[in-house]
């Protein structure tokens, strides 16, 4: 089946403004997981969720940043007043398991990848 | 701070020939390791695992290696091939607590035909 597809692959914006990430994980997967990546430098954790419950946002730099899932599936990660240095690759993984209970692999997305200017 | 570290950025290794990987950690608490395999423009994929309660697993060419002494771990691939040219993750949690994965910054392999 299809795999993790985030969209848009591509967002070239101008600091200050509001941007919307979308993440469509596998069917079926409960745990949904927003990770930001830099140039060099692995994935960093950033906040999940088992079905639509936001479970840790511990990751999260700052209150700029927020995401929800509000039916179990699609994940939008939100950045309001962007700033230059929230420039990265923002990658969404899904695992088929409660990550509460259960430790499964996770099925990593293309990402999207943010240029702020 | 970085609790996953793989200090070597990049590997060449000859065709055929046994490539090895390695990654230290510094949270005694993790107790599941994984070993992600990304390519250019694409997301990381999973590749092999290994939970605590183990030293070793094995799947066809790769293997990976666990010290929880020295809280090492490594992964050997053996016979490499041009086609495991690509940028190999180790991650590492916590079972049962989220899920969350701790990356290391990633060791590019090329494999010389």
């Known amino acids: 089946g299809a795999g993790v597809s985030q969209s848009p692959r591509y967002k070239v914006t101008k600091r200050g403004q509001d941007v919307a990430l979308r993440c469509d994980p596998i069917s079926g997967h409960v745990s949904l997981y927003w990770y930001r990546q830099a140039l060099g430098q692995g994935p960093e954790f950033l906040t999940y969720f088992n079905y639509e419950a936001q479970q840790d946002k511990s990751g999260l730099p700052n209150d700029r940043f927020s995401a929800e899932r509000p039916e179990g599936s699609i994940s939008t990660l939100t950045i309001q007043r962007t700033e230059q240095r929230d420039s990265a690759m923002y990658r969404c993984a899904s695992s088929p398991r409660d990550g509460g209970t259960d430790t499964d692999t996770q099925y990593f997305g293309p990402g999207t990848r943010l240029t702020v200017l | 701070d970085q609790q996953v570290k793989q200090n070597s950025p990049s590997l060449s290794v000859q065709e055929g020939r046994i490539s090895i990987l390695n990654c230290d950690y510094t949270n005694s608490m993790f107790d599941y390791f994984l070993w992600y395999k990304k390519y250019p423009a694409e997301g990381p994929t999973f590749l092999i695992s290994i939970s605590s309660i183990k030293d070793k697993n094995e799947d066809g060419r790769f293997t990976v290696f666990l010290n929880k002494s020295a809280k090492h771990l490594s992964l050997h691939i053996v016979p490499s091939q041009p086609g495991d040219s690509a940028v190999y993750f180790c991650?590492?949690?916590?079972?049962?607590?989220?899920?969350?994965?701790?990356f290391g910054t990633g060791t590019s392999l090329t494999v010389i035909p």
């Open positions: 991650a590492a949690t916590v079972s049962n607590t989220g899920n969350q994965f701790y």
